[in-house]
């Protein structure tokens, strides 16, 4: 973000001299790598190298055959940017292959060799530490696809699994679904969504970053086109916290907070995916949506976005924290607040979960500005009303599998709650800094017996509230 000053540099050669007579291998002209780490995910793949201080680079983008070139000034060639060459996977949705070499004198040219055309992003983050997390300066290299992905798709790509999954044809060039027989499958029920679903979105919904300069806006409303012939499906989009570059909270044991959350958001998915809901509108089948489904970091703002664009009825962001203190136990259901946060324990919880932006690792420069006053526009008095009862039921639930922090739901102004027309909660499911509640979380009596207690709470919210009371089809 910020390059060294002149007196900056010399004191940064300095350092870099005197590491050197101490004989430590890893240590480069003016800077040393830390670590390097590569988050793929079909959404995009990032590579993130961290160093003692910030590092100047030049990318080039070369479309054919299309790969990305990064110089990066003021090093030589270490071990620790050499292993980055062992760290792609071979299923790597984006990258080919890694090669770095010394390109000139004190500036090493990384190449990453792609799969395909992506928008790539090249940025600095500054250090941070939160929690038990700390990162010293890092340089991000975000790949995104060029041909921006739609969360519709992803519900089908999610669907379909295996190897179509990273190929799947774009929505945005094809304003209907591909034709169930093309892609293998004799009924797909996320595709009949897709037909089924009206769709009419009252703002407008932000761009993955990649595209946000540059590339179509393609709202859930390009992708939908038959006329509906009444039948709904009840969507709820879940939101395992954290991911990537942000691991969440960590156990003493050192459990991950955003590991066990996509265990549990995988176990629900599998739940609502087999469940319909009763009501006196008729059956509603219920189909999940999950805003990550593997180890990469989606910032809080897209979070909203992604549920938004597949229109969810509902939002459950699942967490699981730490607390001030280690003997801190039982879960809690936040809601979002206008105002105040309802106690201090709350506004603390809001300010650390606001915090994963900033250790994830986001672009701050491809913010859509425009939309996020859109949202902060729009009222959320309904919302929270119909969030406050559904946490109710949560709580109801919870309470009978194990202990509850606090028996009401809880208010803060949590950014991943925002969304002005979806229910959200955001279940702290227990504390992973207790010993105890790790143990639990990663057992798989626990995990079940938490996915059932929230399935029933959706479904008694939704055969309370149903969907169609406050329908977007109309
Ligand atoms: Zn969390």
Redesign the pocket.
């Known amino acids: 973000m910020t390059q060294p000053t002149g007196i900056q540099r010399r004191s940064l050669l300095q350092g870099g001299s005197l590491a050197l007579l101490l004989g430590s291998a890893d240590i480069a002209w003016g800077a040393s790598i830390v670590a390097v780490r590569v988050w793929p995910a079909a959404a995009y793949t990032r590579v993130t190298i961290e160093s003692d201080t910030a590092l100047k680079t030049v990318p080039i983008f070369v479309a054919n055959p299309p790969r990305l070139a990064v110089d990066i000034e003021g090093i030589e060639l270490n071990p620790a940017l050499k292993e980055l060459v062992g760290k792609v996977r071979s299923d790597d949705p984006y990258i080919t292959g890694v090669r770095v070499g010394q390109y000139a004198n004190k500036t090493v040219r990384l190449v990453l060799d792609l799969r395909q055309m992506v928008k790539p992003q090249v940025f600095n983050l500054l250090p941070v530490k939160t929690g038990n997390t700390q990162y010293q300066h890092r340089l991000v290299l975000d790949l995104y696809p060029s041909d921006v992905a739609d969360p519709l798709e992803a519900l089908i790509v999610d669907k379909l699994k295996g190897g179509t999954a990273f190929n799947a044809p774009s929505m945005t060039a094809t304003p209907t679904p591909p034709p169930a027989s093309r892609l293998g499958i004799h009924a797909d029920p996320v595709g009949d969504l897709m037909t089924h679903q009206n769709r009419k979105p009252e703002i407008p919904t932000a761009e993955a970053p990649a595209s946000a300069a540059s590339a179509p806006i393609t709202t859930a409303a390009s992708v939908t086109s038959q006329p509906s012939d009444g039948e709904r499906y009840i969507i709820v989009a879940l939101d395992p916290?954290?991911g990537g570059e942000d691991p969440?909270?960590i156990g003493p044991r050192g459990t991950k907070?955003k590991d066990v959350?996509l265990q549990i958001a995988r176990r629900m998915r599998e739940r609502i995916n087999s469940t319909t809901i009763k009501t006196k509108h008729g059956n509603l089948p219920m189909r999940a949506y999950l805003t990550r489904d593997a180890d990469f970091f989606v910032p809080l703002n897209q979070r909203v976005e992604k549920a938004r664009r597949v229109q969810a009825d509902l939002f459950v962001s699942i967490?699981?924290?730490a607390f001030m203190t280690p003997d801190a136990r039982g879960a809690s259901v936040f809601a979002l607040s206008q105002g105040a946060a309802s106690s201090a324990q709350a506004r603390w919880m809001a300010k650390?979960?606001n915090r994963?932006d900033l250790v994830g690792g986001l672009n701050i420069k491809t913010q859509d500005a425009a939309v996020q006053r859109a949202l902060l526009d729009m009222s959320t008095t309904a919302q929270i009303n119909d969030s406050l009862k559904l946490g109710g039921e949560m709580l109801g639930q919870i309470r009978r599998i194990g202990k509850l922090h606090k028996p009401h739901v809880e208010q803060a102004g949590f950014a991943v709650l925002k969304a002005p027309d979806i229910p959200s909660v955001l279940v702290?499911t227990a504390f992973i800094s207790n010993p105890d509640e790790e143990a639990r979380l990663i057992s798989d009596s626990y995990q079940n017996e938490l996915t059932n207690a929230l399935m029933k709470s959706i479904e008694r919210y939704f055969s309370r509230n149903p969907p169609l009371a406050r329908t977007r089809n109309t």
């Open positions: 916290g954290h969440g909270a907070e959350v967490h699981a924290d650390q979960e994963a702290e």
